[in-house]
């Protein structure tokens, strides 16, 4: 942790005693995002507490459609936003049974792009018989909430020119001082106020970009104040009349955390920010209006879901850990992978948490330890919203369901479940002598016996199991790796009495994966698996990297897997050489790098001319084993050819000025290769297919094959990818096109994007 060098600011007597508006103990309703005051905090006081065993019961579950849009509870009615067939819509539920009560077309799907799933994503808000709502596309309306009827409605973007956010508008309204308060984004409409009867803009003010943050309200001094986080500052307004009482520039600079901050009062003009994909910060208000860093930490980082402030503490979490961090200094309290990744309130001093697998679990909100209470598996699909809290009754949907949940005494609910072998295997006969042995002296015994007899690790079971293994002084084991995709992990069972973790997994008879274990918080290899390979697309918080640095991993290989020959290492006589070279762009100012191989003989080869390839990952000669791969195959599976390993750190227009204007001709001028179209070939994987692909398809008279290998085409490339496939006029006038994806390509199930299902799609569009 880093604290600020910055000295902590002592607020004086008068601002130490400021109240700081809290949601009232005897609040029922839920009526707006995160709750009555946007604390994420509610329910009786002693509710909780005075349940004898209690556990979860399921009062109704229904089906609704896909979308992230929170659950508003207020006047016997359940109220939110998703998706249903081709529309986006607003519906309301009964309390009691929920019966759908009435829909309201807001317009047409929002459909998920670059990661995310489709649907509205703003919470509504339920005040004075109205649901205020926000659609994607920022449709803004008013409904009747006994009948849905329409009582208002204009579009943001082009009544007031606020400009979407790239995944569509997220922030949700709030209702204070008699005005409609949503954060919109630009300059001098940071924040605007609405009349809720009519609509009309009452007052816009500060200047910032607005992404997918929410507003809260708190009492400072006697004063009703609006705190809201943009892109790039925290602002303070007065809700009467907009004036800007005092602004921050918080740093985050538009990263992912500062687009989704809510802020989260700890204290008089004391507010947590995660305001970084990496660190969060929590900042103290001078009486003056300046702002400091009370600490700045790492802590709490890389994560979706708004924190709780609780007894002088936060709890969130962390990347996927749920997290407990002393407020007045950051410092990490405890950390728990249990019990999954997700979201969470604060209710009558517990935790209320709806993981993204779906599961509803009950947690005292303890600064001791991770102390469980009580927990259901509540949807079989992925949910992506924090619960909602009424009445001693939980609120929760998913992409598919939305359910009622109350909390009542003496209900037992099933734990958590645990990777477990299979029932008659050699490993399962394993487990089974481990918990037969009487006592700890034992249980080792049988796990050393167990161990030597391992020719390799992790343990083959016939061509699909595998047994993934930790022995070791760590008390919390995850594996991640290819199997899971990024931003994920799975837990490893610990055997009862033992230092040994396990993780049973099973997959294809030929399947090959890189994988590593997460010790106590720590990402490292298998120390029993010599097998060793890294990647430069993941780090070792398991996010998405776009470095070049590499991160070591293990890996495994099925039965069925062959190692390919061709990446042994060639004999001397068949090894052609690879030259350096930087060509001058006038594009660029600049030089680009770029590697060409010749075959072997092509130094006695006189005037002979050479087909070539143009590989537009440069990594591809050494991390793709290129240049070793083509020692091995000319005079074999390929003819001689000659390649190009270029690295061209340029996007747009001024990607293809330098590639076909600068590095092609320098290639050709500089080696003999061949010119004609049917001789020339772009190669490109990940993030560089679509620069290979572009390069062939716009220039039919240079190019006439293209292969692909892993193509990333998120949502933005798979459209410039289908525009070029559509400017294709005839199948005659199309490359030859090679095109590949592995099953356990990059993706990430619960945050809807996947490398191997886009190849799937691309390859349909190309057929």
């Given at each position: 942790?880093?604290l600020?060098k910055s000295r902590?600011?002592v607020l004086?007597p008068?601002?130490?005693?400021?109240?700081l508006?809290v949601?009232s103990s005897?609040?029922?309703?839920?009526?707006?995002?995160?709750?009555?005051?946007?604390?994420?905090a509610?329910?009786e006081?002693?509710?909780?507490?005075k349940?004898?065993?209690?556990g979860?019961e399921?009062?109704?579950?229904?089906p609704i459609?896909?979308g992230?849009?929170g659950?508003?509870?207020?006047?016997g009615?359940?109220f939110?936003l998703?998706s249903?067939?081709?529309?986006?819509?607003?519906a309301?539920?009964d309390?009691?049974?929920?019966?759908?009560l009435?829909?309201?077309?807001i317009?047409?799907?929002?459909k998920g792009?670059?990661?995310?799933?489709?649907?509205?994503?703003?919470?509504?808000?339920?005040?004075?018989?109205?649901?205020?709502?926000?659609g994607p596309?920022g449709q803004f309306?008013?409904?009747d909430?006994a009948t849905?009827e329409?009582?208002w409605?204009?579009?943001?973007?082009e009544?007031?020119?606020i400009?979407?956010?790239?995944y569509?508008?997220?922030?949700?309204?709030i209702?204070?001082s008699?005005?409609?308060i949503?954060?919109?984004?630009?300059?001098?409409?940071a924040?605007g106020a609405?009349?809720?009867k009519?609509?009309?803009?009452r007052?816009q003010?500060?200047?910032?970009?607005?992404?997918?943050q929410?507003?809260?309200?708190?009492?400072?001094?006697?004063?009703r104040?609006?705190?809201?986080?943009g892109?790039e500052k925290?602002?303070?307004?007065?809700?009467?009349d907009?004036?800007v009482l005092w602004?921050?520039?918080?740093g985050g600079?538009?990263?992912r955390?500062a687009?989704?901050?809510?802020?989260v009062p700890?204290g008089p003009?004391?507010?947590?920010?995660?305001y970084?994909?990496?660190g969060s910060t929590?900042l103290?208000?001078?009486?003056d209006?300046?702002?400091?860093?009370?600490w700045e930490?790492r802590?709490?980082?890389?994560s979706?879901n708004v924190p709780?402030?609780?007894d002088?503490h936060?709890?969130?979490y962390?990347s996927?850990?749920?997290t407990?961090?002393?407020a007045a200094?950051?410092?990490s309290?405890?950390?728990?992978?249990?019990?999954?990744?997700g979201?969470?309130?604060?209710?009558?001093g517990?935790?209320?948490?709806?993981?993204?697998k779906?599961?509803l679990e009950?947690?005292?909100?303890?600064s001791e330890?991770f102390?469980?209470?009580?927990g259901?598996?509540l949807?079989?699909?992925?949910a992506?919203?924090?619960p909602?809290?009424?009445?001693?009754?939980?609120?929760a949907?998913?992409l598919?369901?939305l359910?009622?949940v109350?909390l009542?005494?003496g209900?037992?609910?099933?734990?958590q479940?645990a990777?477990?072998?299979?029932?008659g295997s050699?490993?399962?006969?394993?487990?089974t002598a481990v918990?037969?042995a009487?006592?700890e002296?034992d249980?080792k015994?049988?796990?050393?016996?167990?161990f030597?007899?391992q020719?390799t690790?992790p343990?083959?079971?016939?061509?699909?199991?595998v047994?993934?293994v930790?022995?070791?002084?760590a008390k919390?084991v995850a594996?991640?790796?290819?199997?899971?995709?990024?931003?994920?992990e799975?837990?490893?069972?610990r055997?009862?009495?033992?230092?040994v973790?396990?993780?049973t997994w099973?997959?294809?008879?030929?399947?090959r994966v890189?994988?590593?274990?997460i010790?106590d918080?720590?990402?490292?290899?298998d120390d029993?698996?010599p097998?060793?390979s890294s990647?430069?697309?993941?780090?070792?918080?398991m996010e998405m990297?776009?470095?070049t640095?590499e991160?070591p991993?293990?890996?495994?290989?099925?039965?069925?897997?062959?190692a390919?020959?061709?990446?042994?290492?060639?004999?001397?006589s068949r090894?052609?050489r690879?030259?350096?070279?930087?060509v001058?762009?006038k594009?660029?100012?600049g030089k680009?790098d770029?590697?060409v191989?010749?075959p072997?003989?092509?130094?006695g080869?006189g005037?002979?001319r050479?087909p070539?390839?143009?590989?537009?990952?440069?990594?591809?000669e050494?991390r793709?084993?290129v240049a070793?791969s083509?020692d091995n195959l000319?005079?074999?599976s390929?003819e001689?050819?000659?390649?190009?390993?270029?690295?061209i750190q340029?996007r747009?227009p001024n990607?293809?000025q330098v590639f076909?204007?600068?590095?092609?001709?320098?290639?050709d001028?500089?080696?003999?290769?061949?010119?004609?179209?049917?001789h020339?070939?772009?190669?490109?994987?990940?993030?560089?297919?679509?620069g290979?692909?572009a390069?062939?398809?716009?220039?039919?008279?240079?190019?006439?094959?293209?292969?692909l290998?892993s193509p990333f085409?998120f949502t933005?490339m798979?459209a410039?990818?289908n525009q070029?496939v559509d400017?294709i006029?005839?199948?005659?006038a199309?490359?030859?096109?090679?095109l590949?994806?592995?099953?356990?390509?990059?993706?990430?199930?619960?945050?809807g994007?996947?490398?191997a299902?886009?190849?799937?799609?691309?390859?349909?569009?190309?057929?």
């Amino acid at each position: 942790m880093h604290l600020a060098k910055s000295r902590l600011r002592v607020l004086t007597p008068l601002l130490a005693c400021l109240p700081l508006l809290v949601a009232s103990s005897a609040a029922a309703d839920w009526e707006r995002f995160r709750g009555p005051n946007g604390l994420g905090a509610g329910g009786e006081a002693g509710a909780i507490d005075k349940l004898d065993d209690p556990g979860f019961e399921v009062v109704w579950k229904i089906p609704i459609g896909s979308g992230y849009s929170g659950v508003a509870v207020a006047d016997g009615k359940v109220f939110t936003l998703f998706s249903e067939g081709e529309v986006d819509v607003a519906a309301a539920f009964d309390q009691a049974d929920g019966k759908r009560l009435w829909t309201y077309e807001i317009a047409p799907i929002y459909k998920g792009h670059d990661g995310s799933h489709d649907g509205p994503i703003a919470t509504p808000l339920v005040a004075d018989g109205r649901m205020f709502g926000i659609g994607p596309r920022g449709q803004f309306f008013a409904l009747d909430t006994a009948t849905g009827e329409e009582l208002w409605r204009y579009d943001l973007t082009e009544a007031h020119g606020i400009k979407k956010p790239h995944y569509g508008f997220a922030t949700s309204p709030i209702l204070e001082s008699g005005h409609l308060i949503v954060q919109l984004g630009g300059e001098g409409k940071a924040v605007g106020a609405f009349d809720p009867k009519t609509g009309d803009l009452r007052w816009q003010s500060g200047d910032d970009a607005v992404s997918y943050q929410a507003p809260i309200t708190i009492t400072a001094g006697g004063q009703r104040q609006v705190i809201a986080a943009g892109d790039e500052k925290l602002l303070a307004i007065d809700p009467a009349d907009g004036k800007v009482l005092w602004e921050h520039s918080h740093g985050g600079n538009g990263a992912r955390g500062a687009g989704s901050i809510t802020p989260v009062p700890t204290g008089p003009n004391r507010y947590f920010l995660a305001y970084r994909d990496d660190g969060s910060t929590l900042l103290e208000v001078a009486e003056d209006g300046t702002a400091a860093a009370a600490w700045e930490s790492r802590t709490i980082r890389n994560s979706y879901n708004v924190p709780v402030h609780h007894d002088g503490h936060l709890y969130a979490y962390s990347s996927r850990f749920l997290t407990c961090v002393d407020a007045a200094s950051g410092e990490s309290v405890w950390r728990s992978r249990q019990p999954g990744d997700g979201f969470l309130i604060a209710v009558d001093g517990h935790l209320v948490i709806v993981t993204k697998k779906g599961r509803l679990e009950l947690v005292e909100a303890s600064s001791e330890a991770f102390k469980p209470v009580t927990g259901i598996q509540l949807f079989d699909d992925i949910a992506w919203t924090s619960p909602s809290f009424s009445n001693g009754q939980v609120y929760a949907r998913s992409l598919g369901e939305l359910a009622r949940v109350d909390l009542r005494s003496g209900i037992t609910n099933a734990t958590q479940t645990a990777s477990k072998a299979g029932d008659g295997s050699p490993f399962g006969a394993f487990l089974t002598a481990v918990g037969a042995a009487a006592t700890e002296d034992d249980k080792k015994a049988v796990v050393d016996r167990f161990f030597a007899e391992q020719k390799t690790f992790p343990i083959l079971e016939g061509d699909s199991t595998v047994h993934f293994v930790y022995r070791g002084p760590a008390k919390d084991v995850a594996v991640a790796g290819d199997m899971f995709g990024a931003r994920r992990e799975e837990s490893m069972t610990r055997i009862a009495g033992t230092d040994v973790h396990y993780f049973t997994w099973t997959t294809d008879p030929d399947a090959r994966v890189n994988y590593l274990f997460i010790e106590d918080f720590e990402h490292g290899v298998d120390d029993r698996n010599p097998r060793r390979s890294s990647t430069t697309l993941l780090t070792k918080e398991m996010e998405m990297s776009f470095s070049t640095e590499e991160m070591p991993m293990s890996w495994l290989a099925m039965p069925k897997w062959k190692a390919p020959a061709h990446l042994e290492a060639a004999e001397a006589s068949r090894q052609g050489r690879v030259t350096g070279h930087q060509v001058e762009s006038k594009v660029m100012e600049g030089k680009v790098d770029v590697r060409v191989y010749v075959p072997a003989g092509y130094d006695g080869s006189g005037d002979t001319r050479y087909p070539v390839v143009f590989f537009h990952d440069a990594t591809a000669e050494t991390r793709g084993a290129v240049a070793n791969s083509l020692d091995n195959l000319i005079g074999t599976s390929v003819e001689p050819v000659i390649a190009a390993f270029v690295n061209i750190q340029a996007r747009g227009p001024n990607y293809g000025q330098v590639f076909a204007g600068e590095v092609v001709p320098f290639v050709d001028s500089t080696y003999r290769t061949r010119t004609e179209a049917s001789h020339r070939a772009n190669h490109g994987n990940a993030f560089q297919a679509v620069g290979a692909f572009a390069s062939t398809v716009s220039q039919p008279d240079q190019f006439s094959k293209v292969a692909l290998q892993s193509p990333f085409l998120f949502t933005q490339m798979e459209a410039m990818v289908n525009q070029l496939v559509d400017g294709i006029e005839t199948a005659e006038a199309a490359p030859q096109i090679y095109l590949e994806w592995g099953k356990y390509d990059l993706r990430n199930p619960h945050e809807g994007w996947d490398m191997a299902a886009a190849g799937r799609r691309f390859a349909e569009r190309l057929k």
